[in-house]
């Protein structure tokens, strides 16, 4: 068993509270901090029969190298990742199959390639999750990988969305090719806007880092490259907002 990690925050100790609470070793929280929301979350602890541990705000900032810990942090176990990128698709499609027609939903997946900021990588598990997509993904060598940051900024979804990290990032775009999966790719100089992108099929959305964008074989590789319309001074947008941008548009569509 791979060792213990540490979840700080209400939102991340709550979902996983909530979603996997067999998985909790035990709860810190901030014994001199006696408000409404501190009382709820103990509250809901208690119910899911965590450990509880009375702390103070140093301890809890030593704890989490942070001091956004809000007044709580978990010790938890990892929660092994039951499926491959291969598996969750493969799955997709057999849940889908069964469904009617009105109720079935093309696959959508979030693609990050050089996001290396733990913060970035939180928002965009966040907005991921709040649009709906089945996965993000992101190449071993340029990339941020999950950690107590990433799971305070994601506010829980680093706990609801499949992350996964893979060796070629080339070759996995054209995989889901293969599986006939759209590669739509972002860019500052792309010939199209998102807007004229079809976005209702299976879709998966490539964005770069701030600045320095998609590496070029990633560019290559994509089917399609759009760019999101600036009107203003700035010349980008933060990947987490461009990815919101992004991923709703495609919720947009398939409404």
Known sequence: ????????????????????????????????????????????????????????GLRLSKLCASHAHQGVAARVHEIAQTHSLDELLENLEVTQAVLPLEQRTAPLLLVLDGVTDPHNLGACLRVADGAGAHAVIAP?????????????????????????????????LNELKERNIWIVGTGDTAPRTLYQADLRGATALVLGAEGSGMRQLTAKTCDELVQIPMRGAVESLNVSVASGICLYEALRQRA
């Open 1 to 56: 068993m791979s060792s213990p990690k540490i979840l700080f925050g209400f939102h991340a100790v709550g979902v996983r509270l909530r979603s996997a609470p067999q998985s909790v070793i035990e709860v810190y929280f901030e014994a001199s901090r006696r408000d409404a929301r501190m009382r709820q979350f103990i509250e809901r602890a208690t119910e899911a029969g965590a450990r509880l541990i009375e702390s103070d």
């Open 140 to 172: 071993k060598d340029h990339a941020a990988g999950i950690n107590a940051t990433v799971a305070k900024v994601a506010s829980g979804a680093a706990e609801t969305v499949p992350y996964f990290m893979v060796t070629n990032l080339a070759r996995t």
